[in-house]
């Protein structure tokens, strides 16, 4: 997992993964995998709405639609699940979709701190927030919308607490550049002449020990 250091997001349109299946799907222009057990991919569900549960108008403009699945989990065990992405992503966006229900507090373990962004009642049983606490993402029916800030590969969490069922889907707000090859030529070239210039020292430094 690569992630830079924390940057500040500013309002932008979130690309939403549309699932293919349970381990693949994809934002334009790059393909989103995912390691892990979910039981099966729900397509033309949710509503994910009302839209402010998911998007706050603030850092997410939008939020997911039906048309882009949900991938089903059931969690009740120490399995990590991974999200990979084809390239590298700004300020990912996680929604998460009636985690738990009244009695179960269920939750996501992060291994990085998310940031929360909105939540709320969905269509389809009502509910409340999400609840970030450090790492974790937790609720009882609850909805909502987390984002990590800053440039990510992948990301990675545990589902410890069984319930059936709850989902996610996720996006980001863009896609990192990738350095273009002469400016990795010029990078390289510059740690070689600070490894000239060292080496010269020391051989200097060297002589007039001498």
Do not use: H
Not at 6 to 11: L, N, R, T, V, W
């Amino acid at each position: 997992m690569l992630a830079s250091a924390a940057s500040a997001a500013s309002a932008a349109v979130v690309t939403w993964t549309t699932w293919d299946s349970t381990s693949s799907g994809t934002a334009a222009p790059i393909t989103v995998t995912y390691s892990g057990p979910a039981a099966e991919l729900v397509t033309n569900y949710p509503s994910y709405t009302p839209s402010a549960t998911f998007a706050d108008g603030g850092l997410v403009d939008n939020a997911p639609v039906a048309a882009n699945g949900i991938l089903k989990i059931f969690g009740g065990n120490t399995s990590t699940q991974t999200l990979t992405f084809s390239q590298a992503v700004v300020n990912p966006v996680f929604a998460i979709w009636s985690l738990g229900q009244p009695g179960i507090d269920a939750s996501f373990v992060f291994n990085q701190t998310p940031t929360f962004v909105s939540g709320g009642s969905n269509t389809e049983y009502g509910g409340v927030p999400i609840t970030v606490t450090g790492n974790t993402v937790s609720g009882m029916e609850a909805n909502g919308t987390v984002m990590f800030m800053g440039t990510f590969t992948s990301l990675s969490w545990t589902n410890p607490v069984f319930e059936n069922w709850y989902g996610f889907n996720v996006g980001f707000q863009s896609v990192a550049a990738v350095p273009e090859t002469s400016t990795w030529i010029m990078l390289i070239l510059g740690f070689c002449g600070l490894g000239f210039m060292a080496c010269r020292r020391q051989k200097n430094v060297k002589q007039l020990l001498a």
